[in-house]
């Protein structure tokens, strides 16, 4: 009985699967998600904190020409009666409505500090002010005629417009930005005027097709201009299908500064781009020489962007040096669209331009009719009342007759005069004053005029096509505030196609400077500035000694090629800085740990490797077809399993010497090595123990030349060299008298 009346306390316990329980509890996260917090309406392209901040505003009397409130004040407001998600989220919201350089047509007009286009952040809401934009009032229009509908608040205690009658398409207008849970939204800013220009055009031609829009909004138009250099055709298929992209470039010009001096200046920059951070990667790519012909950048802003960029020389080309900091910088982005927003506040659907603005202009039909309607009534409640004070003044006497007699006169002026009882109410509250003469012409004028407004409204209620006109002519209106004639109205962001200009290679993006690039038997690399003397003391981590020695420029590509066949890429301005031991090279490129560095040089365009393995088979190979775009490398050498790769030399001679581990020297045209881009390769020479020692490349007519172990150099040519040439794969004879006893030719 006991646990019956626990049971029975704690409430009824229900079973359910997991799966289905999560299901259903996520499905109503997500709708709550995209319907009341993400993705905007496309009525009036708010979402709903934005409109109850709008809305709470005009509840404080906030108008344009009225004075400035706290914004703690505002939020406060805001939170306490509709939104309550926290003060933080709603003063986010607010700032973003003022700042200027974010919204295309501010709603909110802010005093004090409400963030900069640098990324600085709003101050607190302590010490900012704000009230209501012409535009704002312009949204907000109608709400007291019954133009939309109204909802409870989060409690109940308060009522919320559904939506704002907007006067203009502020969804396309000023854009729009969120994510929901498996979709989201984003709406790059528009021109009133283009927009408006469109919205006429689809009251005329109701079938209007998507091209025939375009000609009137030409595209986005961001509150901080910059440059479009997307394709028409590319702009024309994002706004039939609803999604697409945009690449915006900073506005920049050429100053000239005299004596064949100039500089760069750029007064205009993408949209969402915080120039704080701009400048910052700006100084990052001139520190790291990623831009070697930038010199120097400042920021001479003030009210407006000004951005100084000095070249290196005043040789340099203006529009090669933008493009690379375009390619490096935030000087262009990419804004990508999708307009995924709420049809009549319900469906969340990736939209084309046609679907929002005739969402937009169903809305304003629909507000039209209410606000018709709540006119309408409101003129036949006023001539029922205007009905009754005429019938009090052509029985003036009578009137006041039953008034001062009647104890009840209300009742006997219904009966007598056959009036209704707001009629009557009317007449008693009248005061003596109202009874002379030209207060009855006055009332009698009033009731002619709304006489002839009831019959317009009544007409209109009846007409589409009167409708639409009023529409429009309402449209005009608003073009005339807001449009390119009215301050702030015009065009901001630009259209422009992309200079041709030749590809920019790597190596003109780095500072040309001589290096001696050193790397050790074991394989630490590193890059000295300048170029060392061969003999110049280096310092080797214990164990270890020198390996490789060779002279560079920070533009130059190194060829690395190990023993497993392998040829590795090295970018000589990516190396370590001489100061320390150098890095492992194994850490810029996937050398295995067994395989070993064979030979590291600087590649030369056109040039040929003559590549051994130590089976003695090799062959010719073109530089180019040694080069890797990756850090695994490119197998340039096949070999059998046990073999390693042995030879890499630069081929520039007319006849190939051989060497094997069992002494004997063989010398062969370079004819007779076929040119391949991979292989295993032909036999060099024949041998019956060991493998092949070293081979090399070199002009008969010059003659085969080493050092003695005494460091002096031993040529043989002519006659003397004529015993050991001979056709390739053959054994060779003995090497002549002093060659190296390591076999190595040097």
């Known amino acids: 009985m006991a646990d019956e009346t626990d049971d029975r306390e704690m409430g009824a316990v229900t079973f359910e699967p997991l799966a289905q329980a999560l299901g259903e509890r996520y499905l109503t996260y997500a709708l709550s998600t995209i319907m009341h917090r993400a993705l905007p309406d496309a009525r009036d392209g708010l979402k709903p904190v934005h409109r109850r901040i709008l809305y709470a505003m005009r509840g404080l009397r906030l108008d344009p020409n009225g004075a400035f409130r706290k914004c703690a004040k505002i939020v406060g407001e805001v939170m306490g009666n509709y939104h309550p998600h926290g003060d933080a989220s709603i003063y986010e919201a607010l700032a973003r409505l003022a700042q200027d350089f974010n919204v295309r047509y501010p709603l909110v007009d802010g005093q004090g500090n409400f963030g900069n286009v640098d990324g600085d952040n709003p101050a607190a809401q302590r010490y900012t002010e704000a009230r209501l934009t012409a535009a ?148 990052e790519l001139i520190n790291a020489k990623k831009v070697p012909i930038l010199a120097d950048v400042r920021d001479e802003s003030a ?84 009905e009754g004070l005429l019938v009090a003044y052509l029985n003036l006497d009578r009137v006041i007759e039953i008034i001062r007699r009647e104890d009840e006169p209300k009742a006997v002026l219904m009966a007598e005069f056959r009036l209704s009882d707001v009629q009557a109410e009317a007449i008693l509250n009248m005061r003596l004053r109202n009874l002379r003469k030209l207060e009855e012409m006055e009332i009698r004028a009033e009731r002619d005029a709304l006489v002839v407004e009831r019959e317009g409204l009544a007409a209109l209620l009846a007409d589409e096509g009167a409708q639409w006109a009023r529409i429009a002519e309402e449209l005009r209106e608003v ?65 270890d000694g020198p390996g490789f020695f060779l002279h560079a420029e920070t533009t130059d590509r190194l060829l690395l090629f190990a ?81 390693r790769a042995r030879v890499c030399r630069p081929a520039v001679g007319d006849h190939v010497a051989v060497v094997g581990e069992n002494r004997k020297l063989l010398v062969f045209p370079t004819g007779e090595l076929p040119e391949m881009g991979r292989g295993k390769g032909v036999r060099l020479q024949k041998y019956k123990d060991g493998g092949l020692a070293d081979a090399i490349t070199f002009d008969l ?19 003397e060299l004529a015993e050991w040439v001979g056709a390739r794969a053959g054994a060779g004879r003995m090497a002549p008298r002093g060659f190296p006893r390591e076999n190595r030719f040097g």
């Open 136 to 283: 704002a009032a312009a949204l907000l229009e109608g709400l007291a005629e019954d133009a939309v509908d109204f909802r409870d608040n989060y409690d109940g205690s308060e009522q919320e417009p559904v939506v704002l009658p907007a006067a203009f398409p502020n969804l396309l207008a000023n854009g729009s930005s969120g994510i929901a849970v498996g979709m989201a939204t984003n709406i790059p800013p528009h021109n009133i005027d283009e927009l408006i220009g469109a919205c006429l055009h689809l009251i005329r031609t109701p079938n209007a097709r998507d091209d025939t829009l375009l000609d009137f909004v030409q595209g986005p138009d961001f509150p901080t201009g910059g440059v479009i250099i997307e394709p028409r055709a590319a702009i024309k298929e994002a706004y039939r299908t609803g999604r697409g992209s945009f690449r915006v470039r900073a506005r920049w010009a050429v100053e000239d500064l005299g004596r064949g001096t100039w500089q760069v200046v750029v007064t205009e920059i993408p949209y969402q781009v915080q120039k704080g951070k701009l400048i910052e990667r700006l100084a």
């Open 303 to 386: 009210e407006d962007i000004r951005i100084v960029l000095e070249p290196r020389a005043r040789t340099v080309d203006p529009v090669m040096l933008m493009e690379m900091l375009f390619r490096a910088s935030d000087l262009e982005t990419r804004f990508a669209m999708n307009m995924n927003v709420l049809i009549d506040g319900r469906t969340p659907q990736v939209s084309t331009l046609k679907e929002v603005l005739r969402a937009f202009l169903d809305h304003r039909r629909e507000v039209l009719l209410r606000r018709s309607r709540f006119r309408l009534a409101r003129i036949e409640a006023r001539l029922e009342v205007l």
């Open 479 to 543: 073009r005339k505030a807001f449009g390119k004639g009215a301050p702030g109205g015009a065009r901001r962001t630009g259209f422009d196609d992309a200079p041709e200009v030749e590809e920019i290679s790597p190596e003109a993006m780095i500072e040309r400077e001589p290096i001696t690039v050193v790397c050790s038997e074991m394989g630490w690399i590193r890059a000295m500035k300048g170029h060392l003397a061969p003999d110049a003391e280096l310092k080797f981590k214990d164990g």
């Open 563 to 643: 023993s497993n066949g392998r040829m590795y890429t090295l970018a000589c301005a990516g190396l370590p800085g001489g100061r320390g031991m150098g890095e492992p090279v194994r850490l810029m490129v996937d050398l295995p740990n067994e395989a070993q560095l064979v030979a590291l040089f600087v590649h030369v365009p056109g040039g040929r490797l003559l590549i051994a393995s130590a089976a003695g088979d090799g062959f010719l190979l073109p530089e180019e077809e040694a080069v890797a775009q990756t850090r695994g490398g490119r197998q340039v050498l096949n070999l059998k399993e046990g073999v």
């Open 701 to 719: 007519a010059d003659g085969l030349a080493w050092k003695d172990p005494a460091g002096r150099t031993r040529t043989v040519a002519g006659v």
